[in-house]
């Protein structure tokens, strides 16, 4: 274990649009694509009847309303298996898409803690099982049901560190700056309450990883929130370019 690690994140992202609950769908037509052939690291199971668990490496997403994927770590060393054998076309249900891709990203993030704190968005976060659903009830007071879910994503970030076998020396610190209503979304005919969340946390994190329940099928997606300074910085040097 180290306490900190380069990661590798290669984000795809296809021409079509798709819908949220298409992305499970989206999954399948991938893994199906390949003909029983796919690697372990698309769908995450080990044989008929066992789970490979850890922290997903290949993640279907729905990025600016586009189908895509994230590939993490070794992720990034297997998506050629589909990207070659796809034939361009996918079924979703009945819906047939093209595979043409849009855009290809890679980057390498040091993950690890710091002195200061960086400022997340984190959308469709699924902080809550049946067991902790009826913790989080009990709860009267909202600083209270936010100290909760606070406690619950740093529980999340921890096990996403465990996959990259990362161990922090450091105080993982993580405080929420905004929070919405829970609302409701369906998986497998199951409802499950989501939150979108802003949160600081001393922790680097690459941008559209997932955290947390269903973090392969574009639940929990982070995104860092970037200062008005910043963004005026990069467009005057894009145009000095």
Not at 110 to 121: A, D, K, R
Not at 136 to 149: A, P, V
Not at 197 to 221: C, E, Q, R, Y
Request: glycine fraction near 8%; proline fraction near 2%.
């Amino acid at each position: 274990m180290e306490n900190s690690r380069h990661i590798r994140v290669l984000t795809i992202r296809f021409d079509e649009d798709i819908s949220a609950r298409e992305i499970p769908l989206f999954r399948g037509a991938v893994i199906n694509s390949m003909h029983g052939n796919a690697n372990l690291l698309f769908h995450n199971h080990i044989g008929d009847s066992k789970l490979r668990y850890g922290y997903p490496k290949v993640q279907y997403k729905r990025l600016g309303g586009k189908a895509s994927i994230v590939c993490v770590e070794e992720g990034a060393d297997i998506i050629g298996q589909f990207l070659s054998e796809a034939g361009g076309k996918l079924m979703l249900g009945e819906r047939e898409i093209r595979c043409e891709i849009n855009n290809i990203k890679p980057s390498r993030i040091l993950v690890q803690t710091w002195e200061h704190m960086f400022e997340y968005n984190l959308v469709r976060w699924l902080p809550l099982n049946s067991k902790n659903y009826q913790e989080y009830k009990t709860i009267e007071s909202l600083s209270g049901r936010i100290s909760f879910l606070e406690d619950k994503l740093k529980g999340n970030l921890l096990s996403m560190l465990k996959g990259f076998k990362i161990h922090l020396e450091d105080e993982l610190k993580v405080v929420f700056t905004q929070i919405s209503e829970p609302y409701l979304v369906h998986n497998k005919g199951v409802r499950l309450m989501a939150f979108n969340v802003d949160f600081k946390t001393n922790l680097s994190i690459p941008n559209n990883l997932g955290i947390g329940k269903n973090a392969s099928i574009g639940f929990g997606i982070v995104t860092q929130i970037r200062k008005e300074k910043e963004k005026q910085t990069d467009n005057t040097e894009s145009k000095d370019k």
